[in-house]
C-alpha cells in the first residue's frame, strides 16, 4: 500500500511540478524574447500572465463566451496591453539608461498590478477547466485534464516560436536586431517595429499562461511579481536570450519547486526557486546554455 | 563642509525645530507629528540607499529586508530574551551588517539587471522567512508587546520625545553621510559609477567599496528598523515586504537620486502622500504610487530636488 | 611629483590573449628601458590597446609573463598594477564626467591616500589634512597639464583635448613610475598635438618612463627614443625612429591594405 502511495505521490509531484514550470517557462520565454531585441528585462512580464487569467475570468465567467472565443480574445486583449505598454513606456524612453528602463517597467507593473485590483479586488478567481474536471489517473496519481492542456499549449508555442524565428521574415529580423540593432538599421529593419513586436509577442505568451493554468491555481491580482522572479530565474538559468534553455529551466525550476514543496516544506517552496536564481546569478550567470562571452551584462 | 550644505542643513535644523511647535499647536495637523516620526525613520533608510544608487550607482530592490531584518531582532531580543533596547540595536546593527556583507559580495559582482533581480530575491527570500520562523517570529500574525525605548531612565513614549529622538539621529547620520560623499570615499564612489574601468586603473578598490557602501546603508536600514519597532511596538512581516522596498526606491528616484537632499525630499513629500493625502484611495494607492514613479522616471528623470532652484546648485556638487 | 629614480623596467614575454576564437596577442615580446619614450605603432586591430588592456590588468593574459622591475604583474588586477606605478590614460575618453575637472584629479590621489570611512564620516583631523594635500597636489597636477582654469567645470563638459589633458593629470597623480598613454593625439589638431609632445617631454623630466601607443606618424617620429611596430598581434620591428622608418616589412604593413586601390 505504501510503495503504491509513495510512487503516486511523487508522480503527483512531478506533474505538478512540469505543469508549474510550463507556466515559467513560458514566462521566461517572454523575458527572452524582449531582452534579445532590446536588452531590457521587463519586470512586467509577470502582469501579462495575471491579466490573461483574470481576463479569462471575465469573458467565460461574466461575459458566458464561448471557451475558444474567450480564448482568443483575453489573448487578443492582453496583446494589445503589451503593445500601449510599448508605445507609451518604452519607445519614448529610446536613450535612457539600464536603471531607467528597470524602474520604468517596475512601475508599470505596479499600475497593472492597482488597476488589476481595481478592477477584480484582491480575491483569487478562477473558471471551468477547459474539458472538464474529471481527472486522469496515472501510475497512481490524479492528474487533471487541465494539466495536459498546459502542456499542450506549452509545446504548441515552443513549435510556434521555432517556426517563426527560424523561418519567418519578422522572426529572423527580430533575431538581427537582438544580435547587432545598428547593422540591422542599416539594413532596413524598423528596429521600432521589431521591439513594439516583441512586447507584444512577450504579452501574448504570457496571456496563454495565465489563461490556461487558472482553472488549476486561479489567479489573483498580485501574482505577477513571483511569476515574473521565477521566470527571471528560469530565463537566467537555461542562459539569457536562449529560447530552449528558458524552456527547459523552467520546467527543472517547476520540478524542484514541487518536490521540495511536497517532500521537504511547503511554506519555503516560493524561496526554492528564488535561492536557486540567486545562486546561478553568482556561479554561472550565462546560465546552462548561455554563451559566456555573449552574457552582457549591462552596467548603469 | 561646504557653505551650500551647512546652509542647507541649518535650513533642515529650523524647520524640524518649528515643525513640532506648529503640528502641536493646530489640532487639525496634530497627527503631521507622528507621520513626521515615520518620514525620519524612513530617511534613515534613504539616505543609505541614496548613497548606494545615486553617487556609488548600484541598486538594491530588497532594501525592506535590512530594514526588517533591524527590526525583528531588536523586537525578538527585547521581548524573547528582555534585552536592553539600546543593545538590542546594536545586536541588529551587527546581524544586519553581516547579512549584507555575506549577500554584497557576490551580488555586487553582478551589474544592471542582473544586480536588481538579485536583490530583489534576497528581499523575497527574507520576507518568506518572516513569514515562515513563526516560533521566531510570530508568522504572519507578527507579535507584538515590544517596550518602547528610554534614555537614562527617561522613558521616550510621548511622540515629541520620539520625534525629537529619531531626527536627531537623521541629523546625525545626514552630517556622516555628507562628510564621506566630500571625501576620498565619496570620489571614489562617484568615479566607480562614471567609469568603473578609470577608477579601477587608479587603484580604486572598487568591489570593496561596493560592498562597503552596501553594507553601510542596510546599517542604516537596520537603525531605522529598530526605531520602527519601538515606536509601533508591533511588527508582522507584510510591514517588509517587496512593495516596502519598491516605495524605498522611489523615494529616492522621485526626490532625485543623485543627491542626498533629493533622498529627504523624495521621502518626505511620499510618506505624506502615502499617509495623509492618499488616504481616500485606500488600498489603491499602489495605483498613485505606480503612476507617478512612471510620471517622474518619464519627465523628470534627476528628480524632483531639481526643480528647486537653490537645490540645483547644491545638486552641482552633491 | 615623482622625485624616485630607481630603474623601472618593463619586460613583456611571450604575451597571449585571445577572445573566443580571435587571437589578439600571440606570442609578444619588448622591453622598456627606464626613463624612455618607447611608441607603438601599427595598423587598426593590430592589438595594441589590448596589449595595454592587458599590461594594466583589465584582461589576464592566456599566456606569457609580464615583469615589472622584475616582479611579475601579469594576472595581477588593475588597481594592484595602479599601486605598483603603472598608470594609464584611455583611447576612448575615460573621464568621470559627473564630476569637476580638480575631483577628477583629486581620485587620482586616491593610492597616494588612505583615510578610510569612519575617519572620513567623522572629519577627524587626519583627514582633514589628508583632503588639504590632496586638493592641493591635485591642482599642481592640473597646473602641470595647464588645465588649472578649469579645475570647477564638469568633466563632462570639456572639450576632447582638455579632456585628454585631463586623463593624463589624473594619471600622474598616482604618481606612477611608468605611463602608458593610449592614443593621447587621437582627435587632437596641431597645436594641440604640439602641446601634448612638449607635455610629454616635461613628463619625462620628471623620471617617469612613458609608452604610448599612437597612429600620429609625425608626433611619434618627434618624440620616441624607440618605436616598436605591431600587426596582426605580433610584433614585426623594433628600433630607433629612423630604423623603423626605412623598414621594408612596417611599410608593407601600413601600406599593405592602400596597393589594391591604387591600381585602378
Known amino acids: 500500500m505504501t510503495k503504491i502511495t509513495l510512487t503516486g505521490q511523487l508522480i503527483q509531484y512531478l506533474f505538478t511540478g512540469v505543469t508549474v514550470g510550463s507556466i515559467y517557462a513560458m514566462v521566461a520565454v517572454g523575458f527572452n524574447i524582449i531582452y534579445n531585441v532590446t536588452e531590457i528585462i521587463n519586470f512586467a512580464q509577470g502582469e501579462f500572465v495575471m491579466l490573461g487569467g483574470l481576463i479569462m475570468v471575465f469573458f467565460t465567467v461574466t461575459a458566458k463566451l464561448p471557451l475558444p472565443l474567450a480564448f482568443v480574445l483575453t489573448v487578443a486583449a492582453v496583446t494589445g496591453v503589451g503593445a500601449l505598454m510599448e508605445r507609451f513606456t518604452i519607445n519614448p524612453l529610446k536613450n535612457a539608461s539600464v536603471l531607467t528602463m528597470i524602474i520604468v517597467t517596475i512601475a508599470v507593473s505596479i499600475l497593472f498590478k492597482g488597476i488589476a485590483m481595481f478592477v477584480w479586488g484582491k480575491n483569487p478567481y478562477i473558471f471551468p477547466p477547459f474539458s472538464g474536471s474529471k481527472p486522469l489517473f496515472f501510475f497512481g496519481a490524479a492528474i487533471q485534464t487541465q494539466t495536459l ?12 516560436m521555432t517556426i517563426f524565428f527560424k523561418k519567418t521574415r519578422y522572426g529572423k529580423a527580430m533575431l538581427a536586431c537582438a544580435d547587432n540593432p545598428e547593422a540591422a538599421r542599416l539594413v532596413g529593419i524598423r528596429v521600432n517595429v521589431m521591439i513594439l513586436i516583441s512586447f507584444a509577442l512577450s504579452a501574448a505568451i504570457g496571456a496563454v499562461a495565465g489563461a490556461v493554468i487558472t482553472p488549476i491555481s486561479l489567479m489573483e491580482y498580485d501574482r505577477g511579481a513571483l511569476l515574473a522572479l521565477k521566470g527571471f530565474g528560469a530565463a537566467v538559468l537555461g542562459g539569457l536570450g536562449s529560447f530552449y534553455g528558458a524552456v527547459v529551466a523552467g520546467i527543472f525550476l517547476g520540478i524542484i519547486e514541487s518536490m521540495c514543496a511536497g517532500l521537504v516544506s511547503s511554506g519555503y517552496k516560493d524561496a ?26 549591462k552596467e548603469f | 563642509m561646504q557653505s551650500s550644505n551647512r546652509k542647507a542643513l541649518l535650513g533642515l535644523t529650523l524647520f524640524l525645530i518649528l515643525f513640532p511647535v506648529v503640528a502641536m499647536n493646530v489640532s487639525a495637523i496634530g497627527h503631521y507629528l507622528d507621520i513626521m516620526i515615520f518620514v525620519g525613520i524612513y530617511c534613515l533608510i534613504n539616505m543609505g540607499l541614496s548613497l548606494l544608487m545615486g553617487y556609488a550607482g548600484q541598486i538594491s530592490l530588497g532594501h525592506a529586508a535590512f530594514f526588517g531584518l533591524g527590526a525583528y531582532t531588536s523586537g525578538i531580543l527585547c521581548t524573547k530574551f528582555a534585552m536592553s533596547p539600546w543593545l538590542a540595536m546594536v545586536a541588529g546593527v551587527g546581524i544586519t551588517a553581516l547579512v549584507a556583507y555575506i549577500v554584497g559580495v557576490p551580488s555586487l559582482k553582478l551589474k544592471g539587471h542582473y544586480l536588481a533581480m538579485a536583490t530583489l530575491g534576497f528581499g523575497v527570500i527574507v520576507h518568506i522567512f518572516f513569514n515562515e520562523e513563526v516560533s521566531l517570529t510570530g508568522g504572519p500574525s507578527g507579535f507584538s508587546d515590544i517596550p518602547g525605548l528610554s534614555i537614562l531612565g527617561f522613558s521616550l513614549n510621548s511622540d515629541l520625545s520620539y520625534y525629537i529622538l529619531v531626527w536627531f539621529l537623521v541629523l546625525l547620520t545626514l552630517i556622516f553621510s555628507l562628510n564621506v560623499i566630500h571625501s576620498r570615499i565619496g570620489r571614489a564612489l562617484r568615479s566607480l559609477h562614471d567609469s568603473e574601468l578609470a577608477a579601477d586603473a587608479m587603484g580604486v578598490e572598487t568591489s570593496r567599496y561596493k560592498v562597503m557602501i552596501f553594507v553601510l546603508s542596510a546599517v542604516y536600514a537596520s537603525v531605522a528598523g ?16 517587496f512593495f516596502l522596498s519598491i516605495k524605498l526606491v522611489m523615494m529616492v528616484v522621485v526626490g532625485g537620486m543623485h543627491n542626498i537632499w533629493g533622498a529627504l ?16 484611495f485606500h488600498d489603491f494607492d499602489i495605483l498613485v504610487y505606480g503612476a507617478i514613479l512612471l510620471a517622474v522616471v518619464m519627465f523628470l528623470p534627476d528628480g524632483l530636488v531639481h526643480l528647486v532652484p537653490r537645490m540645483s546648485r547644491v545638486w552641482k556638487r552633491g | 611629483m615623482n622625485t624616485e629614480s630607481s630603474p623601472v623596467f618593463l619586460h613583456v614575454e611571450n604575451l597571449q590573449k585571445s577572445f573566443g576564437g580571435v587571437q589578439a596577442l600571440k606570442g609578444l615580446s619588448f622591453k622598456v628601458s627606464p626613463g624612455i619614450i618607447k611608441a607603438i605603432i601599427g595598423p587598426n586591430g593590430a592589438g595594441k590597446t589590448t596589449l595595454f588592456n592587458v599590461i594594466t590588468g583589465v584582461f589576464p593574459p592566456n599566456g606569457g609573463a609580464i615583469a615589472l622591475n622584475g616582479m611579475s604583474i601579469e594576472g595581477c588586477k588593475a588597481r594592484e598594477i595602479a599601486r605598483l606605478g603603472v598608470s594609464r590614460t584611455f583611447q576612448n575618453v575615460e573621464v568621470f564626467g559627473r564630476m569637476t575637472v580638480l575631483e577628477n584629479v583629486m581620485v587620482g590621489r586616491h593610492i597616494q591616500s588612505r583615510a578610510g570611512i569612519i575617519s572620513t564620516g567623522l572629519r577627524l583631523v587626519g583627514m582633514r589634512r589628508e583632503e588639504r594635500q590632496i586638493r592641493e597636489s591635485a591642482m599642481q597636477h592640473l597646473a602641470f597639464v595647464g588645465l588649472e582654469n578649469r579645475a570647477t567645470e564638469l568633466a563632462a563638459n570639456l572639450p576632447l583635448g582638455e579632456q585628454k589633458l585631463l586623463e593624463v593629470a589624473r594619471a600622474l597623480a598616482t604618481d606612477p613610475k611608468i605611463l602608458l598613454l593610449d592614443e593621447p593625439a587621437g582627435g587632437l589638431n596641431t597645436r594641440e598635438t604640439e602641446g601634448l609632445a612638449a607635455l610629454i617631454h616635461r613628463i619625462l623630466e620628471q623620471g617617469i618612463t612613458v609608452v604610448l601607443v599612437e597612429h600620429d606618424m609625425n608626433l611619434v617620429m618627434d618624440i620616441s627614443d624607440e618605436i616598436m611596430v605591431m600587426n596582426f598581434g605580433e610584433k614585426i620591428a623594433e628600433g630607433k625612429p629612423k630604423q623603423i622608418k626605412n623598414d621594408p616589412l612596417v611599410i608593407e604593413a601600413y601600406l599593405g591594405e592602400e596597393v589594391d586601390y591604387s591600381d585602378l
Open chain 1, 149 to 160: 492542456w498546459v502542456l499542450f499549449m506549452t509545446a504548441v508555442m515552443v513549435v510556434l
Open chain 1, 272 to 297: 526554492v526557486a528564488l535561492i536557486l536564481l540567486l545562486l546561478v546569478l553568482y556561479v554561472r550567470p550565462s546560465g546552462l546554455f548561455g554563451n559566456v562571452e555573449a552574457s552582457k551584462i
Open chain 2, 226 to 241: 529598530s526605531l520602527y519597532t519601538h515606536y509601533v511596538g508591533f511588527l508582522s512581516p507584510s510591514s517588509f515586504d
Open chain 2, 265 to 280: 525630499l523624495g521621502t518626505w513629500l511620499l510618506t505624506f502622500l502615502g499617509n495623509e493625502w492618499l488616504h481616500v
